[in-house]
């Protein structure tokens, strides 16, 4: 297997790697202080996770949530109506402009939204000691550059 394969090999397995996602879904649960909690997490998809996370610094349309979690607007209209439904975010319209739709969590929404992101500082905090400390800045450019560039072609497919 030349050095090209190989890495095509090992992006695909990455953008197809499912235990990933079902692992970060327990500790969120896990992590829970009810049952009710639990359960409703289990209703929620990895993109309702991060629309929680996102509006906890502020408000946002679903555009905004779009644009800065980078998933289709129907992708965050989606996320939004069961998050809606379950109680973890309210919407209203803006005073100045009716066309736009703002969301906002509720304490519950709060919650679930700060278990998300602790979890995520746990594992961003293990990577950098367990990989990213192993490269130097130099290395480090070369993987982001590359990264970068594998985003943009992949989009352009």
């Not at 990455?14 to 896990?30: G, H, N």
């Not at 293990?126 to 990989?131: A, I, M, R, T």
Request: hydrophobic fraction near 45%.
């Amino acid at each position: 297997m030349t050095d090209v394969e190989a890495i095509n090999q090992a992006l695909r397995r990455l953008a197809t790697q499912r235990e990933s996602l079902k692992m970060e879904r327990q500790t969120i649960i896990d992590a829970l202080p009810t049952k009710a909690l639990k359960a409703e997490v289990l209703k929620l998809s990895v993109v309702s996770l991060h629309v929680l996370s996102a509006l906890t610094k502020k408000e946002l349309t679903g555009i905004e949530l779009a644009e800065i979690l980078a998933v289709t607007r129907g992708g965050i209209t989606q996320a939004a109506k069961i998050l809606l439904r379950v109680g973890m975010i309210v919407s209203y319209q803006s005073q100045n402009d009716r066309k736009k739709i703002f969301y906002q969590l509720t304490e519950k929404g709060r919650q679930i939204a700060k278990v998300h992101d602790e979890m995520h500082e746990k594992m961003d905090q293990k990577l950098k000691v367990s990989l990213f400390d192993q490269y130097d800045a130099q290395q480090k450019a070369l993987i982001l550059q590359f990264l970068t560039d594998f985003i943009r072609v992949k989009n352009d497919l």
